[in-house]
């Protein structure tokens, strides 16, 4: 199973996420994602940090595809522009 990193630093309208998805082979990709306040509230209503969020949101991505087609960067929101049931399914 990918163990998920995620480490958040603070920007002014939101956060930037860096995750590391790891592989129990040694196999590793980093990523860094953009999450607003907005997103944070449309995505995990209540939420006061974007960490979970993001760790659900990795998971639903490898649940679909290998660690190595996700983009390397980007806005949160852009998953659902590839798979329109992430935002359904990911609200908790």
């Known amino acids: 199973m990918t163990e998920i990193t995620v480490e958040a630093t603070r ?3 939101g956060w930037t996420c860096r995750i590391d998805l790891a592989d129990p082979d040694g196999s590793r990709t980093q990523h860094e994602v953009s999450v607003t306040h ?6 995990a209503p209540g939420g006061d940090h ?3 969020l993001v760790r659900r949101s990795f ?18 929101p ?15």
């Open 11 to 13: 920007t002014t309208d």
């Open 38 to 43: 907005a997103d944070l509230e449309r995505f």
């Open 50 to 52: 974007p960490a979970d």
């Open 59 to 76: 998971a639903f991505l490898l649940a679909r595809e290998p660690k190595e087609s996700i983009l390397r960067s980007f806005d949160l």
């Open 78 to 92: 852009a998953i659902g522009r590839y798979f329109p049931e992430y935002e359904r399914e990911i609200r908790v």
